[in-house]
């Protein structure tokens, strides 16, 4: 079955710190996506990443970066000089297929929440 | 990227009553929806697969009697939380897919607060 742990259930750090949200996923498909959401206290999820099974090119954009790493099942996010506007729950999570003719539904992970003090 | 709107954003009903929450996806057809749970500080549960045109596949632990889901076009579907109680009280989060052949991706609504009293 699959599944997402995020060993970090609370992270505080300094604003302007480098900060990494830890993410390991189980699965048994060759064919996956990964993502990672954030959400604010205002609960709306915001969409940051997907990434799919076959590329474990690292990304950037602007503050965040992603290390993807197949052979030992994570898929890290590095949010570099946070500011306070990172405080937020950041999900990781997997989706899982159902099929080729059906869409795939989404596990998360419990989520780590992240405060970046001023 | 697709636009899936929720509504209502909050709604507070007496114990005992039905809420009805929508999901639409604005600009792309849906076949496929996804309703998620989230109770305070946790995390987002599967509740429902709706399918349009079909009956729902329900997540083991969810009461299909309670929580219905009615998918009846491309574009909407519908949690109706039956008989509500305080335990129920919850972020209700739905989310659409579109198959793209190369990538699939999932979009997620504002999410609906309920509160029972």
């Known amino acids: 079955a699959q599944k997402v742990t995020q060993a970090q259930t609370e992270i505080s750090v300094v604003e302007k710190e480098d900060v990494t949200l830890d993410c390991v996923y189980e699965t048994r498909d060759t064919t996956y996506y990964l993502f990672w959401y954030k959400q604010p206290p205002s609960g709306e999820l915001v969409f940051l990443i997907r990434?799919?099974?076959?590329?474990?090119q690292n990304e950037i954009s602007g503050r965040y970066s992603w290390n993807f790493q197949k052979s030992t099942s994570s898929f890290n996010f590095t949010i570099t000089a946070s500011q306070v506007v990172d405080s937020a729950v950041y999900f990781c999570a997997l989706s899982d297929p159902q099929g080729k003719t059906s869409y795939d539904k989404v596990i998360f992970g419990p989520g780590t929440s992240l405060s970046v003090i001023p | 990227g697709a636009v899936v709107s929720q509504h209502p954003s909050r709604v507070i009903c007496k114990s005992g009553t039905s809420v009805k929450i929508e999901c639409r996806s604005l600009?792309?057809?849906?076949?496929?929806m996804f309703w998620y749970r989230q109770f305070p500080k946790q995390s987002l549960m599967l509740m429902a697969t709706s399918n349009e045109g079909s009956k729902a596949t329900y997540e083991q632990g969810v009461e299909k009697d309670k929580f219905l889901i009615n998918h009846a076009s491309l574009t909407l579907s519908t949690l109706t939380v039956t008989s509500a109680h305080p335990e129920d009280s919850s972020f209700y989060i739905c989310?659409?897919?579109?198959?793209?052949?190369?990538?699939?991706?999932?979009?997620f609504g504002q999410g609906t607060r309920l509160t029972v009293v």
């Open positions: 600009d792309f057809q849906a076949t496929t």
């Open positions: 990434r799919n099974s076959f590329d474990e």
């Open positions: 989310s659409a897919s579109t198959w793209d052949h190369m990538n699939t991706e999932a979009f």
